[in-house]
């Protein structure tokens, strides 16, 4: 299944953890919001913060929503 969103969050492993891609890339594995927002600030988006990761359209979450962080 492809997204139309540029960002994706993969449900979380055994140890808690979501693979984290921007366009087409694996950024590694977050384990909170703030986390992802580490990584959107990785890819250029300077000054995102975890209210911007909440709010944000870019973002597919898949396998529950930003506040699901275990299996």
Do not use: C, K
Not at 5 to 25: I, K
Not at 50 to 65: F, P, T
Request: aromatic share 8%; glycine share 12%.
């Amino acid at each position: 299944m492809a997204s139309d969103r540029p960002v994706v969050v993969y449900p979380p492993d055994e140890q808690g953890g979501r693979r984290v891609r921007v366009d087409g890339t694996i950024l590694g594995l977050a384990y909170s919001v703030r986390d992802v927002a580490a990584f959107m600030q990785e890819a250029g988006l300077q000054g995102w913060d975890e209210m911007d990761v909440v709010r944000s359209a870019l973002i597919e979450w898949r396998g529950g929503g930003l506040d699901i962080w275990t299996r």
